[in-house]
């Protein structure tokens, strides 16, 4: 009894120690691959390009001319001051504290 006691214990050492070495590999080949797909990045992004700084979003018909992304901040903002009525439609209401895209203008650009 004592030997296939021992046998098993064997087994199971064999078999952690392999999950184990699986796991490191795939771990460092993961992390290869997210440096090739720009993880952490040294080098500085594009710069921002105040002339088409601010891009229409169309995420509904609904929000065709309210919504804008701006390229600097990478931030969604409202392209005007939304009256009460306007907050509480179910289409802008999850979009009531984004900023204006006027004062997103007004910080300095990156």
Do not use: Y
């Not at 999950?19 to 992004?45: E, K, N, Q």
């Not at 919504?67 to 939304?82: K, P, Q, V, Y």
Request: hydrophobic content about 45%.
């Amino acid at each position: 009894m004592e030997a296939e006691t021992r046998r098993r214990l064997v087994s199971l050492i064999k078999l952690t120690l392999l999950v184990l070495a699986v796991g490191v590999v795939g771990f460092l080949a993961l992390g290869g691959i997210r440096g090739r797909l720009g993880g952490a990045s040294t080098t500085p992004g594009p710069r921002c390009n105040a002339d088409h700084r601010f891009a229409q979003l169309d995420l509904s018909p609904a929000l065709k001319a309210d919504l804008a992304f701006d390229s600097c901040t990478g931030e969604i903002c409202r392209t005007w001051n939304w009256s009460a009525a306007v907050v509480n439609d179910p289409a802008h209401a999850p979009f009531k504290d984004t900023p204006l895209c006027a004062a997103l203008a007004a910080r300095p650009a990156k």
